[in-house]
């Protein structure tokens, strides 16, 4: 059994900057973030390979936000820069044996969900 499991959402200003954490059991995983806003799809937003050499991003976030990871923790992070309101959603993170591109249906593990909420 894969544990998946987010930490470090909550509320923040405007323009401020949030850091999300994610920890998967068991082996090293393509990893990605994805997050769902009231009454919409859920969304890629940013992906990183098992090494950690390569990385991925939706274009609505690429330049404020940031995924890095620190395989000796087994940890992957979500750096978010500049937020905004639209940022309110709820973020999960999910492990992939494959890719850690934006193809949802190629994660095979989920996290619960952490929610971060933007204030204007």
């Known amino acids: 059994q894969v544990h998946v499991r987010e930490s470090g959402g909550g509320l923040v200003q405007a323009g401020g900057s949030l850091r999300l954490s994610c920890v998967a059991s068991?082996?090293?995983?393509?990893m990605g973030w994805f997050r769902q806003a009231s009454g919409k799809e859920r969304e890629f937003l940013a992906g990183?390979?098992?090494?950690?050499?390569?990385?991925s991003y939706a274009d609505s976030v690429k330049g404020r936000f940031t995924i890095s990871r620190d395989n000796a923790k087994h940890s992957v992070s979500l750096q978010m820069d500049s937020e905004q309101p639209d940022d309110t959603a709820v973020y999960s993170c999910?492990?992939?044996?494959?890719?850690?591109?934006?193809?949802?249906?190629?994660?095979?593990?989920w996290g619960q969900g952490i929610a971060g909420t933007v204030s204007s």
């Open positions: 990183i390979s098992a090494s950690g050499g390569q990385t």
């Open positions: 999910a492990a992939s044996k494959i890719t850690e591109k934006s193809y949802e249906h190629l994660y095979d593990y």
């Open positions: 068991g082996r090293t995983y393509h």
